[in-house]
């Protein structure tokens, strides 16, 4: 049920849109291409749709492709913690029913919809306002966005509907996008924001068609320069996406839905040929009846740049690995073999502190810098270079070629970073220069091919690699810690001293831990 009377402007998304708001709204998009870890994006979107529409909670589920059911991905309440999966207990069937039938469930009063009367979880719990709306990728339900609010009724308003519908367009698309991945690592969904690391442009139009925003990646995305376009009509401004729009803005001015998920192709005198995403949603004023627009637009030309270049980090082998490989890919197999190798995590410390202060565009260059420097180290030493997670490198050393030395090399490329990280300094301003955590284990892993025949990934699997990542997460900037067992193979070559034992999680007994200090 929904009220009848106009939102009280008290009310999150009430009225004509602040620029404050709209630029909220398009922290919702940024947050999707603002990090390197896919469950840190989904925390940050539900904690900002909880900020745009005054919820207590919010929960994000996906549809399992397997068998169907709905399971957890992200919830979260008004003070930023995570709520255990148990809460879902109190609007499965709201949930169920979004997911169902792919509506909308829009209530400003749980308590007296005729709706519910029969959910005993709505009433037991007091549930006043609600909204669930679906999340749609290629045509296809793949979960749900649910948000509500014990206390207050009435606060979520038919526009707080249609944009959350928008922005969750755009969220799914980027979620399915990296569970195509998932297989081939169960720790993280590390393709997702890379493919999303180039914000979404938004531009707001009000009831006349005159721009009332247009965010800075909307005119890189356009080509639109500096000048002051607040205030102009659309179709002035952006000709030629406003004739290419056209049947679609239509479309939404007549059904007052939004649309998502559209492709376009525009031919721009400065870019060429380029390829859009574009969401259009209605936006109506409370006051005078005005409508409005928002249009978000995503650079797929950008994006399949990254994803290319994302797909050569993910092979990035030193020359004597690449050789190894067969010249028919049909001779690549699942499985591997068990063996000693040494393992090497890095990670920046201070990253995730600095990706809030940081545009995306600059986050990822700055990244790219750091990542650059640990490749190459690993690489330097004939190491494997495993995987990029997130901020951190991951790195083998002993396969699939033999090397008798391999923990020494390890060392050795521990040492290169720490020294290529200084060096970087010099060209970075103070405030992206970042220490950099090393933890380097020796011991038996499972090394070998891992994933599905059509995408798999050269890796390392084991206790020992586990462990390394538990060392650098206990390393501060600029420090490498090794284990005894690690120590004592290359004592006789480094500078070393003993630290106190460490607890680590899922370790049952302290790690014996020493710091590297210099090559001999």
Do not use: W
């Amino acid at each position: 049920m929904v009220d009848s009377k106009h939102p009280d402007d008290s009310h999150p998304l009430s009225g004509r849109p602040s620029e404050d708001e709209l630029a909220a709204l398009y922290g919702v998009s940024q947050a999707i291409g603002s990090s390197l870890d896919l469950q840190h994006v989904l925390n940050q979107v539900m904690d900002q749709i909880i900020q745009l529409t005054g919820a207590e909670r919010s929960f994000l589920m996906l549809i399992s492709p397997e068998d169907g059911e709905l399971t957890f991905r992200a919830a979260r309440n008004m003070d930023q913690e995570t709520i255990e999966a148990s809460s879902f207990e109190i609007s499965r069937g709201i949930v169920q029913r979004v997911a169902q039938t792919g509506d909308p469930v829009l209530t400003t009063n749980a308590q007296v919809d005729p709706r519910f009367k029969t959910q005993d979880s709505v009433i037991s719990y007091n549930l006043r306002s609600i909204l669930c709306v679906p999340l749609r990728a290629r045509g296809k339900v793949t979960g749900v966005i649910y948000a509500d609010n014990r206390i207050r009724t009435g606060l979520f308003t038919e526009r707080t509907r249609d944009l959350l519908i928008t922005f969750a367009g755009q969220a799914a698309v980027t979620i399915e996008n990296a569970r195509l991945f998932e297989s081939v690592s169960s720790a993280k969904a590390l393709m997702d924001d890379v493919f999303t690391s180039v914000p979404s442009g938004v531009i707001t139009t009000d009831g006349k068609g005159a721009i009332s925003l247009m965010n800075r990646a909307a005119r890189k995305i356009l080509c639109v320069d500096g000048g002051p376009v607040v205030g102009q009509p659309f179709d002035e401004v952006l000709p030629l996406l406003a004739r290419n729009l056209a049947p679609l803005v239509e479309r939404v001015q007549a059904d007052e839905r939004p649309i998502v998920d559209v492709e376009l192709e525009l031919a721009l005198a400065d870019r060429g040929q380029v390829k859009l995403r574009v969401s259009i949603s209605p936006l109506k004023g409370s006051a005078d009846g005005a409508e409005g627009l928002t249009i978000v637009l995503d650079d797929l030309t950008e994006q399949r740049r990254l994803e290319a270049r994302y797909e050569l980090f993910q092979r990035y082998l030193s020359p004597i690995v690449i050789d190894q490989l067969p010249d028919n890919p049909d001779e690549l197999k699942l499985g591997g073999q068990r063996q000693e190798i040494t393992s090497l995590f890095a990670d920046i410390r201070g990253f995730t502190d600095f990706s809030q202060q940081c545009d995306p565009e600059d986050l990822v260059e700055v990244l790219n810098c750091y990542l650059d420097v640990g490749a190459r180290a690993v690489l330097s030493e004939e190491g494997t270079l495993d995987k990029f997670m997130g901020d951190a490198v991951v790195a083998f050393f002993n396969a699939p070629l033999p090397r008798e030395d391999h923990v020494l090399r390890a060392v050795r490329a521990a040492v290169r970073m720490q020294e290529g990280i200084a060096t970087l300094y010099e060209e970075l301003p103070p405030a992206h220069r970042l220490g950099c955590g090393v933890g380097i284990t020796v011991g038996e892993a499972i090394v070998g091919n891992v994933g599905t025949a059509q995408q798999m990934n050269y890796t390392a699997i084991g206790p020992s690699v586990n462990l390394a990542r538990r060392l650098q997460e206990s390393a501060g900037p600029g420090q490498t810690l090794l284990t005894r067992a690690a120590y004592r193979r290359i004592a006789e070559h480094v500078e070393a001293r003993p630290l106190a034992p460490i607890e680590a999680e899922g370790i049952d007994e302290p790690i014996e831990v020493y710091e590297l200090l210099a090559l001999r």
